[in-house]
């Protein structure tokens, strides 16, 4: 019998494999604030879907909450956080961002230790993935999106050194995450969107600094980058190294049709997050088939443009599942 591992190798060289692969993921609210009860949701999702890789979902600020932020469950239906306090206010505050020590950063070494976890308790024919958030990502999150974009426009160099600060904290993380086990990173960048940045204004603040956490990830086999939103700068993928894509593709440029000629690697999509929510089964039977002819079954893992939303049914999810079978 094919293994998850062989699989997703399969579709990596470009060859057909036994099916389709898939992968979902989704948020754990209320557990993701525990290590342990983290690694258990994970493990439990993916002994109830046996999906061809798992990604591992922490809240976007287990990445920050070190430098100060504060954050809160609402009931988002992503199941991600609302963020209640930002530690970023003046273009100053950018500066006085120290690069933090993941084995001993409280937030941060509760990530590993989850990881650890999971690597323990999880088949090692199942690859594992960490999410990653690009160092403007995090910026965000520090700052406010707002207050991030008009200090990139009007305080350059002080954000600079921020970003850099936070970049050179992200690849430890990233190598101390590698010491673990994982199979590859899942690298969030949200800011290559055309109603957020230029495409300059990206190349400028982002890709030194994503280059630069993601050298590390050389040694990986399965790295997923994720262009977060609409309108994202797919080229971008010529200047990052990796093996798999995802991105909006149902709701976004290019389809997964058009992308099979833009980039050389694996894409992965087809579904979307609200079909998933609120179609019935035979909308994801007919979306998932959809997806694999537009591909024809090639270089292709079947999954959403972004986190399964919390409210999705069970059995959406198992029939999209068992719509590569």
């Known amino acids: 019998m094919t293994t998850h591992r062989e699989r997703i190798q399969t579709t990596l060289q470009g060859k057909q494999p036994d099916r389709t692969p898939i992968a979902l ?61 930002r530690v970023i206010h003046n273009p100053q505050d950018w500066e006085s961002l120290t690069v933090l020590d993941p084995k001993t950063s409280p937030h941060l070494s509760a990530q590993l230790t989850c ?42 160099e002080a954000v600079m050194k921020g970003l850099d600060t936070i970049a050179k904290t ?60 609409k309108d994202v700068y797919f080229s971008l993928l010529r200047l990052l190294n990796f093996q798999i894509v995802n991105w909006h593709d149902r709701e976004t440029y290019p389809t997964l ?24 089964q035979a909308k994801v039977k007919e979306e998932a088939a959809d997806a694999i002819a537009q591909t024809k079954g090639q270089r292709f893992i079947m999954g959403t443009g972004c986190v399964v939303p919390v409210i999705a049914s069970h059995g959406n999810l198992m029939t999209a599942r068992k719509s590569v079978e």
């Open 25 to 85: 993921w989704r948020h754990f609210p209320v557990d993701d604030q525990n290590p342990e009860t983290l690694a258990a949701a994970t493990l439990n999702f993916q002994q109830i879907y046996d999906f061809d890789l798992v990604k591992v979902t922490p809240a976007s600020s287990f990445a920050v909450r070190d430098w100060g932020v504060e954050d809160k469950w609402t009931g988002l239906t992503e199941g991600s956080r609302e963020y209640t306090k």
């Open 115 to 156: 990881l650890r976890l999971i690597r323990q308790n999880l088949s090692p024919d199942t690859p594992l993935l960490q999410t990653v958030f690009s160092p403007l990502a995090q910026a965000k999150n520090l700052a406010g999106n707002e207050t991030l974009i008009a200090h990139i426009r009007q305080h350059p």
């Open 170 to 229: 992200t690849r430890k993380f990233i190598e101390a995450a590698m010491e673990i086990g994982i199979d590859g990173i899942f690298y969030a960048i949200q800011h290559a969107q055309a109603s957020l940045l230029s495409l300059d204004e990206y190349k400028k603040f982002g890709i030194a600094n994503d280059q630069h956490v993601l050298e590390p990830t050389n040694d990986l086999w399965c790295n997923m980058l994720h262009l977060h939103g």
């Open 257 to 280: 049709a058009e992308a099979q000629d833009l980039f050389k690697g694996v894409m992965c999509g087809g579904l979307r997050q609200d079909t998933l929510v609120y179609e019935d």
